[in-house]
């Protein structure tokens, strides 16, 4: 039985309207074997996460997805099997959360100058064992009727260059993949076919990246088979997932895009190698 897998998924904790538990409840929907929880810049569904793992009998492999940057351009960097007791890691997601709550209070406070209001209070409660992203903001206008559609609230107001925007503390790549590393983890390069500057993956390689993401929903044939290359010829890992975010992207869902178990096998016998080497 060919097992598989979908290791790039998002919960509520981060930006997505899905539990922990409906994650495991459509894994097992579409019989998958494992797992990975993949929520941006945190692991606070990770506790969770492995009861309903072994409640469900699916395997979880425990993750992150960093939300980096090169060159002021922002970069998602994939983290499995970390260890999230690690201090440098702990410390790393407690200076992108304070960041990003300070960064969700001044928008809060840009769209009250301009006369769009949004009780602080209130929007801090909704996102208060979240990580705020501006998509919570989104959604407090489209609740409040500020914005008649999810769509208009970044149109108007939270994308750059809009009024209530502001950019957030980013670590760079690098820095990314060091924490990753030093997290015990393998750090892979999230769907890479979105990054604009095709010449930086060769960079990142150079930085420690482990692997590329090479399966991910509607990817290009064309575009695989370049990733797939280029593992072969730098001797890289492999992933994918469905960067399922539940009713927040339309375009994919749990399994939607899958990759085989000998694949999380290869990556695990790459990470004891660097153990032992250690």
């Not at 300070?102 to 840009?110: I, P, S, T, V, Y």
């Not at 590393?181 to 010449?199: C, T």
């Not at 001797?235 to 927040?248: E, Q």
Request: glycine content about 6%; aromatic content about 8%.
């Amino acid at each position: 039985m060919n097992k598989k897998c979908d290791l790039h998924i998002h919960t509520l904790y981060s930006d997505s309207d899905l539990s922990v538990e409906e994650c495991f409840r459509d894994a097992r929907r579409k019989e998958l074997s494992c797992i990975a929880i993949t929520d941006h810049d945190t692991m606070s569904g990770i506790k969770e996460a492995r009861v309903l793992s072994s409640r469900y009998g699916i395997e979880l492999i425990e993750a992150i997805e960093f939300s980096a940057q090169e060159a002021d351009v922002e970069v998602h960097v994939l983290g499995y099997f970390l260890d999230a007791e690690n201090q440098r890691l702990q410390e790393a997601l407690a200076v992108m959360e304070t960041h990003r709550r300070e960064r969700l209070n001044k928008m809060a406070d840009k769209l009250n100058d301009i006369g769009v209001r949004v009780d602080k209070e209130e929007l801090t409660e909704k996102v208060r064992n979240k990580i705020p992203t501006r998509l919570h903001l989104g959604l407090y206008l489209l609740e409040k009727k500020r914005v008649s559609a999810l769509r208009d609230a970044f149109r108007k107001y939270l994308s750059p260059g809009k009024p209530a925007y502001l950019s957030r503390f980013k670590f760079t790549v690098q820095e990314s993949i060091e924490i990753i590393k030093d997290a015990g983890g393998l750090a892979f390069l999230a769907h890479p076919h979105m990054i604009s500057d095709q010449s930086w993956i060769e960079k990142f390689i150079r930085y420690g990246i482990a692997g590329l993401e090479v399966s991910y929903p509607h990817m290009s044939v064309v575009r695989r088979n370049i990733y797939e290359n280029m593992c072969r010829r730098y001797g890289l890992l492999r992933s994918g997932g469905s960067d399922a975010h539940g009713s927040y992207k339309k375009y994919t869902e749990i399994g939607a895009a899958v990759v085989p178990y000998a694949w999380v096998e290869e990556m695990k016998r790459a990470r004891a190698c660097r153990e032992t080497q250690s």
